[in-house]
């Protein structure tokens, strides 16, 4: 009876690892309605209790939302590890970007500035590195928003304070909203303000690193603020010149 115990948890495991490679990979978006049981058991080989069982491991994890009567829904492509704090989960981005960087405002120009007081030359090295992988990307055109993580993961890292680098679950959901609603407009600006965060932490200047790292976070919300006013707008809202009126 051990023996099928462990044998059962083990088949639940590997469904609910393919059951979130399944939702990833097709992918099926938040918000969006799985197959029933039934589908599910048949994509996957195995019975419908194994699946309820896999189900409910990702319901846990705030993976899928079950509505009763109704079926099974994607709530989010996140699981609790990997935003321990559920804000993937928040409807109104917008409303959420602008409070992260309320939060990043507070904490981070407090980072920058520890950073340039505490990092050790491989952290200086890492950090120039990345600062000039992020200027690339942004000069091809292409999605820096990894190595842009990547480079304040890096600056936290400089402080040598573990709290802080706890905290970085929190600025990389912050990083990854404010990418995905800007459509990481903001190029030109993220090479010249990570250029001078950077170069202040080098130099081992703690004030011009934290005032470096505030003009970059309040680019980033001017920059989300006319996003949010421009999404509110209704068609009728639009000016003359939008809606081709000389």
Known sequence: MGQEQTARKLLGAQVEEALMAYIIGTPIAVGEKLPNEFALGQQFQVGRSTIREAVKSLVTKGILEVRRGDG??????CSLAEDPL??????DKYK???????????????????????ATPENK??????????????????????????????????SQNRVMEMLLPMINTAVTTFASLTERSLRRETIQTHRAITQAI???????????????????????MERRNAHRMSPCETTPAASGTP
Do not use: W
């Open 86 to 91: 559920g804000l993937s989960r928040l409807d």
């Open 202 to 224: 080098l130099a081992g200047d703690a004030v011009g690193a934290r005032c470096a790292m505030v003009t970059h976070l309040t680019y980033n919300r001017q920059a989300l």
């Open 72 to 77: 099974t829904y994607v709530k989010s492509h």
């Open 125 to 158: 090295t890492e950090l120039r590195a990345l600062c000039d992988a992020v200027e690339q990307l942004c000069l091809a055109g292409e999605d820096h928003t990894p190595k842009d993580i990547a480079f304040h993961t890096c600056i936290a890292r400089c």
């Open 96 to 118: 959420l970007a602008l409070e992260l960087l309320d939060v990043r405002l507070i904490l981070e120009p407090e980072i920058a500035a520890s950073a340039a007081a505490h």
